[in-house]
């Protein structure tokens, strides 16, 4: 259409000197777009009444064109409303077009096609540049949260860290519950290493109908995301530059030294049981005397840290094709010392077309690095740490402060700091993803295409550990260590497909027929060794851990389609596809069918005259779908080759044990997806409301289960596990999302909300003789939750607490047996925590546990409000989950009052003694069932996060008014700006990146606070 | 034209459906060690059987745990450990719970799992079928050596054989059936009858294995557990015919680190062997684990240190009756003869009496916590003396051979400069069978002192409540089964009706 102008303007200006009328004026002005992004290139301007004359605007939304005096001039281009001014002798005429949202029906990326919007059957949402550019996320995933009905995003609180997003709640009970991520073709398990700028859409799939052409990868719903494209006309650049400032947004409060040395006196001068006969009471005390040292370790180890971002990109097409070259730079340094993460992105696409032919690529370069601390831990290590040591000290080797053991013996932490600076991982990857792809169309409507995806990475880490000299009382950073890990990963996948469009009369059909094949290698060598010194190159002895391999894991493929359609109204949907995986023995080949039907009411003749209901759309849909076993997983026996017997004499001591039993008849899970959704547009599609409904059945869930002790595999410290297919669970939930938006005005605004909830329920699990046995959780050697039927997955178990012991309770708070006084806590001292008797059979057990609550998020909503105003723009984001609690076992940590280590400011002068019980600490020096997990170490997880903020203007109309440049905005925002919570951690919306659960526990090893960032930045289109 | 597009179309399905072939869904395992990736199945065998062995070293059997806790619940040691956890062990208030029974459990079935493995091991291509032969020989030995311990840690446990390998859970079995099956895989291997009396010259690599005189001990030791007295006299008579063991001229040999793998003399029938410099690293809490931390840890007089465990005041007073008993001096340190470890002084030794008995003078091996190389008898002559004078005496043989190998142990405990040493001056009847019995228990007691024995003697006596009025408490015999498994197991697993 551009095209078409374009040489109508050429022909136009031929005719210029011939045609000019005595009462023609030329006519100058800008065409704008409402959204405050400044002019408009490609808008149609034409003269009403004469055919031939108008013109284009050019790359600023600029024109100039001759116009009768009293003429009309008709703006016009896609998506806008068509607007009329007269002439009346003007020679400046500005004007600005609004949206035209009836016209907005967005075509929507499918698996291996596209679709109307207006036309899809299944439940789909989408993401589009402008709400990226919105929020500043290191990790596209990060840009769905809080922004889709039925998709869960739990950010990383590290640099460089995983996304986990969950569409429609947990659907697998291990491993990976993210979706599957198709970049360009590409499948993914994650997106840690694609730039947000360079992605045009991403697109959910998230009902069966609609993810089932992904037949085995997409159990978890499926996310595909299409990178940007040249588009007609001249060469366009932008630039954006930011830069932001980040900050822990919470942290815990320790006890200062003069707290610290009167709690830990307290600790070393109280036996375990009173009146006992204890050894450790023979301790010496702190005194407080040379130190006025008081370091709060949270402050040295987590600080404010820069961040920033700078893109630039070139592209541009023409009728024979188009390309865009990109060049992303991204740099986040950690709010823990010596954490960061720094990414590379080179992306270029090209598209070409003669005739019937395509062919074209895309390529996404990148390198990465993350950087962080090999150090044990955060919040035992760093926030027990001894407050009466400096950070610095210069009478010290190294310069650092370091342990001044006691006489006792009884601090054993490290300076945090030092370990931290010195002893870290460095981890690195160099790849490169994309497809090159090309394309026929045999007879109209009949198109083969051949795609080849590919992607391969290069990772390299190091592990650097050197010696620390920390004196006498650290031991364990004297021993110096340093490991590399080099992995090769290449990846390709080739998909050959045919589509057959066609349309007669009403009907409308595609029908697609595929096949693929995938195959995903992995080479690795890694060697690490213990007592060196990174410094030194080459090792030897027998501390030298040492492995190769290759992992390989294939599929292949066949998959049909068919998309039918009646005079727009009636809409079908079906597929089938067939997977082989090389991952099992015995069921290799799977069958993955849906389908879907729409019926839009609003085309029907009776409702033609509600002129208030633009669109009413019913959807109904099933499908199943599959889960393959993971990249890592092997189903046939493992042999450990590190068993050792001391033969005397003998030249080889190797033993072999089995730590893995076969698993021939493993099958792959499924997820049989129902789905009804309704899709309303009101007021002329200003308002737009879709609601779903769905019942999501997982079966034969696959789990690494550990086997019985009796059954022999394993090693001492590990008892041997086996994949099984091992339960069933359903999800069923409401999802709703809501939209208001008006940019007709110079104000202009959009509402967007969503809000689902997924009830979550285990049907069977782990039958072992007829009977279900539970699956659990432990956090240390504590259970903390378990997977049982008719209750949710990793449900929270344990103790209810009732407060205190108190010194009646040890008469009272028992039952009386032959006369005999028999307490229900039988070593229970006063001080202690009370747990009620549940069973009643006069003995606190195990028996006495309950189930204590959800670990995962029921109802998870957001909100983002849009609004623009001249060169203004302004966007905020809301987002929150609830109907979960967290186990936060940070500060369960940071509260037990049996530590010698610093604790939390909420023991200071409260804990338990008999002057004073009504404290909700218990004694110091508690010990044993003191510590079983109970209610009181889960909190409400319910929050609400103001996600992002952000501001934009837009200079060009101020200042650039013509030129080459076509917009230049700056803006500045906030992201995690505040949280409203009842939690007392760092943040409830809590995933352990390395856990194999996850779910809502703040793991006091490896939790790091949520930074708050602040930025500021610039675009620049020209 | 429309020819054409046909051949195209053909063409292009052609195309799509090539993947259907199964070939290309065909992958090797190639990042882990799985069976198809040995070459030699001999090889795997041979590296089973190692791990085979490793689980009787480890550190839930006789590297600690099995070893210390089989000595708490005794009336000749104490422990200056005051955790609940621990005083409620001594007192016998097992809980299902306790990670120690968890772990003897755990090492145990291990060790069957993999004495399995070697047993059902098809010999096929194989180039040594005398040595597979003999391995099997070994595997049936070690699988009746676990039952063995199981048995007398717990009152009914499942069997697991190689028909029932992959089951997740199978039901416990009655001590009679789990005996019959131990005592059916020692009648195997003796009527096999390939197992060596000893490994020497160019077996020299292969010491430390089974021999055809363990695997008469232990069956003897099962059969008098068993209170089958003459089948027990016979076997164990069969051990003494052997001809190849001695007595070692000094108490102060046993379980001495010179005299490992006979070095001395040929008194120790089945040592588990220890070297820390054989696994390394990987050795600490793993199934290379060896080294032997049990004879250090348990005998280091540090408050602090864990599990240490002391002589009780009965004990020392049980040598005390007889002058003269060399045995003392070598299994009991007075504190008077106060143990200096290392370079590390112990400030904290509070009573500087300890077991001496396998306890090597020095720090321990340089790198390691709190390891040592030495073995651990398990069995040895004077046990078999013993138990075959105690299988006479209570059975029907001739009581005049049981006097006789009580004296052989006796002599050598008193040396010859004392003159009363055989016991028939110490009876008022010699030919009291049941005066007999109650010295052979003393001198039982006395022998086997700190060798994870008395407890099962105690049991097996029926004199656990006798010996620990204030402690045993009746039923507790055996420890419960460890929870987990009996959670894991679905029902299918019965927990001991005393728990």
Redesign the interface.
């Known amino acids: 259409m551009n095209i078409k102008i374009t040489k109508l303007t050429i022909l136009l200006s031929l005719f210029v000197g011939f045609n000019l009328q005595a009462q023609d004026i030329i006519v100058k002005g800008t065409v704008s777009s409402p959204d405050g992004y400044g002019g408009l290139p490609g808008a149609s301007v034409s003269v009403k009444g004469r055919q031939l004359q108008g013109t284009v605007t050019d790359i600023n939304g600029n024109y100039t064109v001759e116009a009768p005096v009293d003429g009309t001039l008709v703006y016009s281009f896609i998506g806008f409303l068509t607007l009329e001014q007269n002439v009346n002798n003007r020679a400046v005429i500005d004007v600005t077009l609004t949206e035209d949202i009836q016209s907005l029906s967005e075509v929507v990326v499918i698996g291996y096609g596209s679709q109307e919007k207006d036309d899809l059957t299944g439940a789909v949402g989408t993401i589009d540049a402008k709400e990226l550019d919105q929020y500043p996320v290191a990790n596209v995933g990060q840009a769905m949260q809080g922004r889709l009905s039925g998709v869960q995003v739990t950010n990383s609180s590290s640099p460089g860290g995983a996304v986990r997003v969950q569409i429609r709640g947990v659907g697998s009970i291990t491993g990976r519950t993210d979706p599957l991520y198709v970049v360009d073709g590409v499948f993914m398990t994650e997106l840690n290493n694609i730039n947000a700028a360079d992605v045009e859409s991403m697109t959910v799939l998230k009902d069966a109908s609609a993810a089932a052409i992904y037949g085995v990868e997409a159990a978890n719903g499926v996310v595909i995301i299409t990178t940007k494209k040249g588009k007609d006309g001249e060469v366009k650049f932008e630039f954006n530059g930011e830069v932001g400032m980040q900050e822990p947004s919470r942290l815990y409060d320790v006890m200062d030294t003069e707290d610290y040395f009167r709690y830990a006196n307290l600790l070393f001068s109280t036996p375990t049981n009173p009146g006992g006969n204890d050894i450790s009471i023979r301790r010496n005390l702190w005194v407080l005397d040379d130190t006025d040292v008081s370091t709060d370790w949270s402050e040295e180890v987590f600080q404010p840290a820069a961040m920033q971002r700078y893109n630039f990109a070139a592209s541009g097409g023409n009728q024979t094709g188009n390309y865009r070259i990109s060049l992303g730079y991204f740099n986040q340094e950690g709010v823990q010392i010596s954490s960061g993460y720094e990414r590379i992105n080179l992306n270029i696409n090209t598209n070409l077309s003669r005739d019937r032919f395509k062919f074209g690529q895309s390529l996404n370069l990148f390198r990465s690095e993350t950087i962080s601390p090999t150090g044990p831990g955060t919040t035992p290590y760093v926030m027990g740490t001894i407050p009466q040591m400096p950070v610095f000290n210069d009478t010290t080797l190294n310069g650092y402060g370091i342990p001044v053991r006691s006489l006792s013996g009884d601090v054993n932490t490290g300076n945090p700091v030092l370990s931290m600076a010195l002893r870290k991982r460095v981890s690195e990857s160099l790849g490169a993803n994309g497809n090159v792809y090309g394309e026929v169309e045999i007879i109209p409507g009949l198109t083969f295409r051949s795609s080849l995806n590919f992607r391969a990475t290069l990772g390299n880490s190091v592990n650097s550990n050197p010696r620390i000299e920390q004196g006498t009382a650290v031991t364990s950073s004297a021993i110096p260590s340093y490991g590399v890990n080099e992995s090769q990963y290449t990846e390709w996948l080739l998909d050959n497909t045919i589509t057959y469009d066609k349309k007669i009369g009403k009907h409308q059909f595609t029908i697609l027929g595929g096949a693929t094949w995938r195959n995903r290698q992995l080479d690795f060598l890694f060697i690490s060794a213990v007592g060196v010194e990174p410094t030194i190159n080459t090792v030897q002895g027998d501390k030298v851990n040492f492995g190769n391999g290759i992992t390989q894991h294939r599929n292949q493929s066949v998959l049909s389609r068919v998309i039918y359609s009646y005079d727009g109204k009636y809409l079908f949907t079906g597929s089938v596809r067939r997977d082989v995986s090389s991952k099992f023995i015995n069921n290799k080949v799977g069958y993955f069918p849906s389908f879907s039907a729409g019926w839009r009411i609003s085309d029907e003749a009776f409702m033609q005259n509600i002129s208030q209901i633009s669109n009413l759309k019913l959807r109904v849909g099933y499908g199943a779908l599959g889960r393959d076993l993971q990249f890592n997983d092997i189903v046939e026996s493992v042999l450990n080759p590190f068993g050792r017997y001391a033969f005397p004499g003998a030249t080889n001591n190797i033993g072999y044990m089995v730590v893995n039993s076969p698993s021939t008849d493993l099958q792959w899970e499924t997820v049989n997806q129902t789905n009804i959704g309704l899709d309303i547009g009101l007021l002329g599609e200003r308002l737009t409301v879709t609601a779903d409904y769905f019942i999501k059945e997982s079966e034969q869930m696959l789990l690494e289960v550990e086997k019985t002790r009796s059954e022999g595999i394993g090693t001492d410290g590990k008892v041997g596990t086996g994949l099984r297919n091992i339960g069933s669970m359903i999800n069923s939930g409401l999802e709703l999302s809501a939209e208001y938006r008006n940019f007709e005005n110079e104000v202009g605004f959009s509402i967007k909300g969503n809000y689902t909830i997924v009830n979550n329920t285990v049907q069977r699990i782990n039958e072992i003789g007829g009977q279900a046995v539970a699956i659990t959780n432990s956090v240390g050697s504590q259970q903390v939750q378990r997977i049982v039927p008719d209750e949710t997955l990793w449900h929270f178990y344990g103790y209810q607490t009732d407060g205190l012991i108190s010194v009646e309770d040890m008469t009272t708070y028992g039952n009386t047996v032959d006369g005999e006084f028999v307490p229900y806590q039988r070593w229970a001292q006063p001080g202690d925590v009370k747990y009620v008797d549940l069973n009643k059979d006069g003995i606190v057990n195990d028996l006495d546990r309950k189930v204590l609550g959800n670990s995962i998020p029921r109802n998870v909503f957001g909100l983002t409000f849009d609004a623009t105003y001249r060169g203004f723009d302004f966007n905020i984001l809301l987002e929150g989950k609830s109907g979960f609690l967290v186990y936060n076992e940070s500060l369960n940590t940071l509260e037990r009052t049996n530590a010698k280590e610093n604790r939390s400011v909420n023991l200071i002068d409260n804990t338990w003694t008999a002057e004073n019980p009504n404290t909700e600490h218990p004694r110091i020096k508690a010990n044993g069932l003191s510590f079983n997990f109970s209610d009181r170490q889960l909190q409400n997880g319910a929050y609400m996060s103001i996600r992002n903020i952000q501001l934009g203007f837009n200079l060009k109309t101020l200042l650039f008014k013509n030129g080459s440049i076509s917009r230049f905005r700056i803006y500045a925002g906030v992201s995690n700006l505040f949280i409203l919570t009842a939690y007392e951690g760092y943040n409830p919306d809590v995933w352990d990146t390395e856990g194999s659960s996850g779910s809502g526990i703040e793991l006091s090893a490896r939790a790091v606070p949520t930074p708050r960032i602040y930025t500021t930045g610039i675009q620049l289109n020209f | 034209m429309n020819k054409y597009?046909l051949k195209?179309?053909s063409f292009?399905?052609v195309?799509?459906?090539?993947?259907?072939?199964?070939d290309?869904?065909?992958?090797?395992?190639?990042?882990?060690?799985?069976?198809?990736n040995f070459n030699s199945t001999d090889d795997?065998v041979m590296?089973?059987?190692?791990?085979a062995?490793?689980s009787l070293?480890?550190?839930?059997l006789y590297s600690v745990h099995y070893y210390i806790q089989k000595e708490f619940l005794t009336d000749h040691v104490k422990t200056?450990e005051?955790?609940?956890g621990f005083q409620n062990h001594a007192n016998f208030q097992f809980t299902s719970?306790n990670?120690f029974f968890?772990g003897m459990?755990?090492?145990a079935?291990?060790?069957?799992?993999?004495s399995?493995?070697v047993i059902s091991a098809e010999p096929e291509v194989n180039k040594n079928p005398e040595l597979l032969a003999r391995a099997r020989d070994e595997a049936l030995f070690l699988r009746a050596m676990y039952y063995f311990h199981l048995i007398t840690l717990w009152r009914e446990?499942?069997i697991?054989t190689p028909e029932n390998?992959?089951?997740?859970?199978?039901a416990n079995k009655s001590r009679e059936e789990v005996h019959a099956f131990i005592e059916s895989d020692l009648q195997m291997v003796i009527e096999n009858d390939l197992l060596p009396i000893s490994y020497s010259g160019a077996e020299?690599?292969?010491?430390?294995?089974a021999t055809i005189g363990a695997t008469k001990a232990l069956f003897g030791k099962v059969l008098l557990y068993q209170n089958k007295f003459d089948e027990a006299a016979a076997m164990l008579k069969q051990v003494i015919d052997l001809g190849f063991y001695t007595l070692v001229n000094n108490p102060e040999y046993i379980w001495h680190i010179e005299n490992q793998?006979n070095a001395i003399g040929n008194e120790n029938i089945f040592e588990i062997?220890?070297?820390v410099n054989?696994?390394?690293?990987?050795?600490f809490?793993?199934?290379?684990?060896?080294q032997n931390e049990g004879h250090m840890r348990f005998r280091y007089v540090d408050?602090?240190a864990f599990y240490n465990l002391i002589p009780t005041d009965e004990i020392i007073a049980l040598y005390a009756e007889e002058p003269g008993d060399r045995r003392r001096t070598a299994f009991i340190r007075l504190p008077t003869e106060k143990i200096v470890w290392g370079g590390d002084s112990i400030e904290n030794d509070v009573s500087g009496l300890a077991i001496r008995k396998g306890l090597s003078e020095g720090p321990p091996t340089a790198g390691t916590l709190l390891g040592n190389n030495e073995n651990h008898p398990v069995l040895r002559l004077a046990d078999v003396y013993l138990m075959y004078a105690e299988a006479i005496t209570r059975g029907g043989g001739d009581i005049n051979q049981a006097i006789f190998y009580v004296n052989e142990v006796r002599r050598r405990a008193f040396g010859a400069e004392y003159a009363n040493v055989d016991i028939t001056t110490i009876m008022n009847n010699p030919s009291n069978k049941e005066e007999l019995f109650e010295l052979i228990k003393k001198e039982r007691a006395k022998e086997m002192a700190f060798e994870s024995q008395r407890f099962n003697d105690l049991r097996r006596w029926g004199d656990l409540e006798e010996a620990m009025p204030d402690r045993f408490i009746p039923g507790r015999e055996f420890y419960p089964i460890?929870?987990?498994?009996i959670?894991?197991?679905?029902?299918?697993?019965v927990q001991d009706p005393n728990y």
Not at chain 2, 278 to 283: E, L, P, R, S, T
């Open positions: 597009i195209l179309l292009c399905l195309f799509c459906l090539l993947g259907a072939c199964k290309f869904t065909e992958v090797r395992v190639e990042d882990q060690l799985v069976l198809s795997q590296g089973t059987l190692t791990t062995y490793s070293g480890d550190y839930e200056f005051v955790t609940d719970t990670e968890e459990w755990w090492s079935y291990r060790g069957i799992f993999r399995n493995s446990v499942p697991r390998i992959g089951d997740f859970a199978v020299n690599q292969e010491i430390g294995r793998n062997q220890y070297d054989v696994g390394g690293d990987n050795a809490f793993s199934d290379g684990i060896v408050p602090s460890p929870q987990s498994e959670d894991k197991s679905g029902g299918i697993l």
